[in-house]
């Protein structure tokens, strides 16, 4: 598989009156057609490391390559869905229209646009709600919603920011299988940070693990588990059971862990 996203020597300063060094030399790849997770704790650099990814924040040091080309503002070929749907959504656009949205900034033709929104919202399982507004979907429907219009651009990359960390258990679940879903059926490249242990083990073909603030990798471990996932089955085997276990120890007592693994 080609690398889609390179990175390395990333660092991230904030300056200011309290300078503070939130993501310290990070180097990785994600091939094309993967699902990697990024876990990490809460407050250690996971969603700064997404910014400097997705161009939106200038990296103090290192690079940001996607399929080979620097990352320099943000790529036209990048999508991103964020945890707060609420914001994320325009609420006087249709569900449609939202889609549509970041589509008329490019050249494609309006029928083109049309399908591609139709054929996303179907995706999502969304295409009953098309003349919808925000306001009127649940949670777990608008944050479909943002997917489908992440979707909709085709990116080469999609980015995912705890994107169901705001939705109930059940609905967490549902969309959780909908990301595994399209991204195999399409062969979508996805980076999916997460606190959540378990998430990032369930979706993910790699899960790479972050240190405590300044955010480090402290390992990058490959998911054996079957292509084909199940809520109930897939966290009941073994191999979850067993790979859940390590991230929780790696994440809880970083150092020294690692040390043994790379012993
Ligand atoms: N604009 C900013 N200016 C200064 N410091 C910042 C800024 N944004 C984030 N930080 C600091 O950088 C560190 C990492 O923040 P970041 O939001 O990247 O972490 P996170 O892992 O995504 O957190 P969470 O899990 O709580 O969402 C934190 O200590 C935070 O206070």
Redesign the pocket.
């Given at each position: 598989m080609p690398t889609m996203l390179e990175v390395r020597g990333l660092s991230h300063r904030?300056d200011?009156r309290?300078a503070?060094l939130?993501v310290n030399d990070l180097s990785f790849t994600v091939e094309a057609g993967e699902l990697a997770c990024i876990v990490?704790?809460?407050?250690?650099?996971?969603?700064?490391?997404l910014?400097c990814i997705a161009g939106l924040v200038k990296a103090s040091e290192g690079t940001v390559r996607l399929h080979g080309d620097e990352v320099v503002g943000v790529p036209a070929d990048l999508a991103v869905v964020f945890q707060d749907y609420s914001r994320s959504l325009f609420p006087w656009l249709s569900v449609a229209g939202n889609v549509e949205f970041p589509l008329k900034s490019t050249k494609i033709a309006r029928d083109d646009r049309r399908r591609r929104v139709e054929e996303a919202l179907e995706w999502v399982g969304l295409s009953g709600a098309r003349r919808k507004y925000p306001w009127q979907l649940s949670g777990g429907m608008q944050q479909r919603v943002s997917i489908a219009r992440a979707l909709a651009s085709r990116p080469a990359l999609l980015l995912m920011?705890?994107p169901f960390a705001s939705v109930d258990a059940q609905t967490r679940f549902e969309l959780e299988d909908l990301t595994r879903r399209v991204q195999r059926e399409h062969g979508s490249t996805v980076l999916l940070?997460t606190?959540d242990i378990d998430e990032s083990v369930y979706l993910g073909d790699r899960v790479l693990v972050l240190s405590k603030?300044p955010?480090s990798i402290v390992a990058d471990l490959p998911v054996s588990l079957p292509a084909e996932r199940d809520q109930i089955t897939t966290r009941e085997s073994g191999e979850f059971v067993k790979l859940r276990g390590e991230v929780a120890r790696l994440l809880q007592n970083p150092r020294e862990l690692a040390h043994e693994r790379n012993a």
């Open positions: 904030y200011g309290e503070h939130a990490g704790p809460s407050g250690c650099g996971k969603s700064t490391l910014r920011d705890e940070v606190h603030s955010a």
